[in-house]
C-alpha cells in the first residue's frame, strides 16, 4: 500500500524553519532513559533537514503529564540523547510554556542546520491533548514547513500531530511525514494488504475489548489468526470451557463466538490454546515466584487461573509461523513478566526469530519482550508504536497521516 502523502523528499528545507514532531515518549528510569529505539528511530530525518540546511526544531510529548508540568517529565533527558547520537548540540528549551518567548528567542538565534527541541508538548495540558486552536498556531508561528514522523504519536489527533498543520497551510507552508512514518506504513501496510502469503497473525495480551476490530479486520485479511493471552479464555469459554478464575470478558463472550462463526465462514484458522499454564492467582508482585501446573485448556479446575499459553499450544503456534510466509504479532502469549509465565511468549518469539518469513512486531510490550530475549535484530520490523499501529491493523485512518500533505 503505497502512502500518498508528501514526505521529507519533497522538500528542501534549505534555510527553512522546519517544526518536527517526533515521538521521544522514551522509557525512563530515575531520568536515564532505558530504551532509546524511538530517538534512534527518529534520526534519518532529522539528519535529512540538518544535511539540507534547515533549521530543525522538535517536539514531542513524554509520558501522560497527570499533574501538570514537571521535571520528572522534561524533554533534558532526550535533548542529551539526541545531542550524542548526532554528534552536534541540541538546543533545549526548558520552558514549561513550550513555545512563546523562550521559544522563539531560541528559534530566532538559530543558524542553518542548528537542532532545537522544545519541552514537553503534553505541558500544556489540554490544549494539546484537545487539539487546541491556540497552542495549535503558536506551534506553527515558530516554523515555515511542518514534518510528522511520530508514527508512534499519529493515532493522536493532537495540537502537535493534527492541529499544528492547518496552520502551517493557511501560511502557505507545506505539511510531509519523515522517514520513520513511511517505513512504518509501508511495513504494516504491506503485510496487511498486501501480504505474501500464508499470512499469519498472532494477537495477545490482556483484553478482548481492546483489539476487537483488530480481530475482526485481520480475519478478513490473515490466512491464520492465532489468539493467546489473557484474550483466549474469553474465546475458550465462548466455546463453552471451564476457564475458572481466568481474566474473562463476559460482555465479549458473543462478539467471540461471532469471531469463530466470522472465522469458519471466511475459510480461516482461528487457533486457540489447546493447552494452558494455571496458578492458583495472579502473581504479586509480577515477577514473584509461583507455583504452576499445566492442563488442558477445556480442563482448567474452577479456582485457578491461565496465565499463560501451555507447550503444546506453544509448538503449535511455532508450527503455523514456520510454514507463513508474513507474520504479524502483537500482544505477549501471557504474563510474560514473569519468568515463569513467559515461556510461551518465548516460544513464540523464537520461532518468529528462526523464520525466513517477513516478522512485524506490533510496538509496545510485543517489542519490548523481543527486545528483552535479544531477537530485535532477527525481525523484519518492530513497530516503534504500540496504540498507533494496533489502530492501523485495525484499518483505522491516522490523525498524523491524514493531516499531512496529500501527493
Ligand atoms: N493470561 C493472562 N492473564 C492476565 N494477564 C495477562 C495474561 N496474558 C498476558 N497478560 C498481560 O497482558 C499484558 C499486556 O496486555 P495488553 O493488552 O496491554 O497488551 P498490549 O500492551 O496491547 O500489547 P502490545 O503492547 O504488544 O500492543 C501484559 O502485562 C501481560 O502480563
Ligand atoms: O507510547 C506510545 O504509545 C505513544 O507515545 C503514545 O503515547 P500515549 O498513549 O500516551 O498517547
Excluded at 538546543?91 to 532545537?116: C, H, I, L, Q
Excluded at 514522523?149 to 492547518?166: C, E, I, L, N, P
Excluded at 472465522?263 to 489447546?274: I, M, Q, R
Excluded at 491461565?306 to 500482544?331: F, M, Q
Aim: net charge negative; proline share 3%.
Amino acid at each position: 500500500m503505497g502512502l500518498n502523502k508528501k514526505s521529507v523528499d519533497d522538500i528542501n528545507a534549505k534555510g527553512k524553519r522546519v517544526l518536527v514532531r517526533c515521538d521521544f515518549n522514551v522509557p525512563l528510569k530515575n531520568g536515564e532513559i532505558t530504551d532509546e529505539t524511538r530517538i534512534v528511530a527518529a534520526l534519518p530525518t532529522i539528519q535529512k533537514l540538518i544535511n539540507d540546511g534547515g533549521k530543525v526544531i522538535l517536539c514531542s510529548h513524554l509520558g501522560k503529564v497527570k499533574n501538570g508540568p514537571n521535571e520528572g517529565e522534561s524533554l533534558a533527558p532526550v535533548a542529551k540523547r539526541l545531542s550524542e547520537k548526532l554528534g552536534k548540540e541540541v538546543v533545549f528549551v526548558s520552558d514549561y510554556n513550550v513555545t512563546g518567548e523562550a521559544a522563539t528567542k531560541a528559534v530566532e538565534a538559530m543558524k542553518d542546520g542548528d537542532v532545537v527541541l522544545l519541552q514537553n508538548t503534553r505541558f500544556r495540558g489540554k490544549e494539546e491533548t484537545k487539539n487546541g486552536e491556540e497552542f495549535s498556531k503558536e506551534l506553527a508561528d515558530l516554523a515555515d514547513l511542518y514534518v510528522c514522523d511520530a508514527f508512534g504519536s499519529s493515532h493522536r489527533a493532537h495540537a502537535s500531530v493534527a492541529g499544528v498543520t492547518k496552520f502551517i497551510t493557511a501560511k502557505g507552508g507545506e505539511n510531509v511525514v519523515g522517514y520513520l512514518m513511511q517505513k512504518e506504513i509501508n511495513f504494516l501496510g504491506n503485510a496487511v494488504e498486501n501480504p505474501v502469503r500464508p499470512f499469519v497473525a498472532i494477537l495477545g495480551g490482556a483484553k478482548v475489548a481492546d483489539k476487537l476490530n483488530v480481530i475482526s479486520n485481520l480475519l478478513e485479511k490473515c490466512d491464520t489468526l492465532i489468539i493467546g493471552g489473557g484474550m483466549a479464555y474469553t474465546f475458550l469459554k465462548a466455546k463453552g470451557y471451564e476457564v475458572g478464575t481466568s481474566l474473562v470478558d463476559d460482555e465479549k463472550i458473543d462478539y467471540c463466538k461471532e469471531m469463530m462463526e466470522k472465522a469458519e465462514k471466511l475459510g480461516k484458522k482461528l487457533l486457540l490454546p489447546v493447552d494452558t499454564t494455571i496458578a492458583k492467582e495472579f502473581p504479586n508482585p509480577i515477577d514473584a515466584e509461583i507455583e504452576v501446573s499445566v492442563v488442558d485448556s477445556n480442563a482448567i479446575p474452577a479456582d485457578m487461573m491461565g496465565l499463560d499459553i501451555g507447550p503444546k499450544t506453544a509448538e503449535l503456534y511455532a508450527d503455523a509461523v514456520k510454514s507463513a510466509k508474513t507474520v504479524v504479532w502483537n500482544g505477549p502469549m501471557g504474563v510474560f513478566e514473569n519468568p515463569t509465565l513467559a515461556k510461551g511468549t518465548i516460544a513464540v518469539a523464537k520461532s518468529l526469530a528462526e523464520t525466513d518469513a517477513t516478522t512485524i512486531i506490533g510496538g509496545g510490550d510485543s517489542a519490548a519482550a523481543v527486545n528483552q530475549l535479544g531477537f530485535g535484530d532477527k525481525m523484519s520490523h518492530i513497530s516503534t508504536g504500540g496504540g498507533a499501529s494496533l489502530e492501523f491493523l485495525e484499518g483505522k485512518e491516522l490523525p498524523g497521516v491524514a493531516a499531512a500533505d496529500d501527493k
